[in-house]
Every structure is written in structure tokens, then in C-alpha cells.
């Protein structure tokens, strides 16, 4: 878990462009949400607070305990589970979701294999599901990550924020 104040805050707060994607999701009729890197359950809580049937996984122990003991404070079963992500996700059986988002989360492993990754959430997703991520640009520049998503998905939006993340909803296809 983040050590740094602001890293901290951060865990609490709510993605900016996230209302966006909520509407997205309701416009498009999604029912069923991954929240791959879920954290502190703040994305979680809202997808299932707007109806959505969600379930978060995370690799972090405390994380997954803070996000378990938000759901149950607010009425919530715990769905959020703790995971090594790579072993979690190939569990799944295929087509599973109509959405997954990983917001902030793509570990290391995740960034060193990102094409991998793509492949099995894409795998994941629904016939047209929707992915919203949002990964540190360190180490990758836009023609690449964009080359290395258009391999397993059509990008809908793209773009960059202050902190050098990129932003991106994208369609599986």
C-alpha cells in the first residue's frame, strides 16, 4: 500500500473522467464490471452504487481489506477479492464481463507484458465490452501503447492528463 500522503488521498478519490464512464456504461448497457486493480474499492462502490454488478480484485492484502470493510460498511457484500491479478483473471471463463476498468493499477508485471495483458482482458470482455484504463506513461510512449491496444481493441478516446497517464476507453473487437 502507498506510503505517500498524496498517493494515499489518491486511493480515496475518484478518477476524474469516472462520472463520464458511468454514463458511458449505462448508455451502452453495461451490467457486468471487472474492477482489475481495485484498491481501496472507491471505483468498486460506485459501480455497484449506480447497479452495476461488480467485483474488484488486487494484489494488495491491506487494499483488499479497506475495499471489503467499505462494501460492509455500506451494505455491500465484500466483492472485492485479493489475487495475484495474472493467476485471478485466467480463472474467468471467457466473456465474462461487459466492462473492466483498471484505473492507476498496472503493476509492473502488467507494464513489462502490457500486450499479454490487452490479450487476456480482452478475453474477458463480452462481444463490443468496453475497457477503461488508465496507465502511467513511464516507459511507454503514445505510438506504442496505442499500437499494442489496437491489437485487441478499437479505441473510442484517448488522452493524456497532467500527471503523463494515459486515459483511454476502448471497445473490444
Known amino acids: 500500500m502507498a506510503t505517500d500522503p498524496k498517493q494515499i488521498n489518491a486511493l480515496f ?3 476524474p473522467h469516472f462520472t463520464a464512464i458511468i454514463n458511458t456504461f449505462k448508455q451502452r448497457n453495461i451490467s457486468t464490471v471487472l474492477d482489475l486493480g481495485c484498491n481501496t474499492g472507491t471505483h468498486l462502490i460506485r459501480l455497484i452504487e ?3 454488478a461488480a467485483e474488484g480484485i488486487d494484489d494488495s492484502p491491506e487494499d483488499i481489506e479497506i475495499a471489503n470493510k467499505r462494501l460492509n460498511d455500506k451494505g455491500f457484500a465484500p466483492l472485492a477479492s485479493i489475487a495475484e491479478i495474472e493467476a485471478k483473471i485466467q480463472l474467468y471463463p471467457d466473456a465474462s464481463f ?3 476498468i483498471s484505473i492507476n493499477f498496472p503493476n509492473n508485471n502488467i507494464l513489462s507484458n502490457l500486450g499479454s495483458a490487452l490479450l ?7 462481444p463490443h465490452g468496453l475497457l477503461f484504463i488508465v496507465i502511467p506513461a513511464t516507459n511507454l510512449t503514445e505510438e506504442s501503447f496505442k499500437s499494442t491496444l489496437n491489437q485487441h481493441f478499437k479505441i473510442l ?12 476507453l476502448a471497445e473490444e473487437k
Not at 487476456?120 to 463480452?126: A, G
Not at 478516446?157 to 483511454?168: K, R, Y
Open 13 to 15: 478519490q475518484e478518477h
Open 50 to 52: 449506480e447497479g452495476f
Open 98 to 100: 461487459d466492462a473492466v
Open 120 to 126: 487476456e482482458i480482452n478475453r474477458l470482455l463480452k
Open 157 to 168: 478516446e484517448f488522452a493524456q492528463d497532467q500527471q503523463q497517464n494515459f486515459i483511454v
